[in-house]
């Protein structure tokens, strides 16, 4: 690779982070805005800066927190169609996989997202495995498998003791077990 091709390389390269760096600075912030309106358009802008990232150069996070704001877009399609992208680049990518589970969750297509979740959390680089187990244990509990939900809760919190979504998913079934309410 000669000198120019290298800068030019590096220059694309820093093209990229400064656009995912606004997406990602605009990502918080929409996220913690009110006005619906105001959120969309902020969702929007967000979308367009990690779209000018990839422009610059793809990367496997880039399309991962594509799909995830088009999700705060509603657009569920489109987020599964940024991660499968994800996983096209790094199959060995987690995030992208659990992602697609949730969104399938969010259509309804329990079987599917089972099974994205279940490859998130065979994943070889997937720094925060609780958030796979915890959502695989949601598919679980919906569909009335509650031992093996219990258990995906058991397992995110044993790999993050303070996640207190398991542990209130926990809490709840134990509720409905003393109300009589599940069948066991």
């Given at each position: 690779?000669?000198?120019?091709?290298?800068?030019?390389?590096?220059?694309?390269?820093?093209?990229?982070?400064?656009?995912?760096?606004?997406?990602?600075?605009?990502?918080?912030?929409?996220?913690?805005?009110?006005?619906?309106?105001?959120?969309?358009?902020?969702?929007?802008?967000?979308?367009?800066?990690?779209?000018?990232?990839l422009e610059?150069?793809?990367?496997?996070?880039?399309?991962?927190?594509?799909?995830?704001?088009?999700?705060?877009?509603?657009?569920f399609k489109a987020a599964i169609s940024a991660c499968q992208r994800a996983i096209s680049l790094d199959p060995d990518y987690g995030n992208p996989y659990n992602d697609i589970g949730v969104y399938l969750m969010e259509e309804g297509s329990y079987d599917q997202a089972i099974a994205y979740l279940r490859k998130a959390i065979g994943a070889k680089r997937y720094d925060c495995l609780h958030y796979a187990h915890y959502n695989l244990g949601r598919v679980l509990l919906v569909k009335g498998r509650i031992h093996e939900a219990e258990g995906e809760f058991r397992r995110a919190l044993e790999l993050e003791p303070q996640y207190s979504l398991a542990r209130s998913a926990l809490s709840q079934i134990a509720t409905q077990r003393i109300k009589g309410a599940l069948d066991v």
């Open positions: 690779m000669s000198s120019l091709e290298a800068e030019f390389s590096r220059e694309r390269k820093r093209r990229a982070r400064d656009s995912f760096q606004q997406a990602y600075r605009l990502q918080r912030e929409a996220m913690a805005e009110a006005d619906r309106a105001l959120r969309r358009e902020l969702f929007e802008c967000v979308v367009a800066h990690y779209r000018r990232s610059f150069y793809p990367t496997a996070e880039t399309y991962t927190f594509l799909g995830w704001a088009y999700s705060f877009l509603g657009d």
